[in-house]
């Protein structure tokens, strides 16, 4: 089971980061949630987040949150993403 939500997790936050750098930029500080399936068919929600990061300067955090309420499981994916040269 978390398993799945893990593996979801890695894709919505590989979707999240395919936008271009300067794109991501613009929505940064956002966020966003959404209701959704998992590849099982069970209900979850999604929730992206897009955070300015401490360090280094300029680069942005982002972070994906599954969770399914049901059974009280979750799971995290983030990354850093760094300004282009």
């Known amino acids: 089971m978390t398993d799945e939500l893990d593996a979801m997790a890695q894709e ?3 979707a999240a980061c395919a936008l271009p750098f300067a794109d991501i930029r613009k929505v940064t500080p956002w ?3 959404f209701a959704g399936f998992a ?10 987040r897009y955070l300015w990061a401490v360090e280094p ?13 049901a059974a009280r499981a979750g799971a995290e994916a ?8």
């Open 39 to 48: 590849p099982s068919g069970r209900a979850v929600e999604v929730e992206r």
């Open 78 to 85: 983030r990354t850093l993403l760094l300004a282009p040269d």
């Open 31 to 33: 966020g966003d949630s």
């Open 57 to 69: 300067k300029g680069a942005v955090v982002v972070e994906v949150e599954v969770r399914d309420p």
């Open 12 to 14: 919505e936050l590989d």
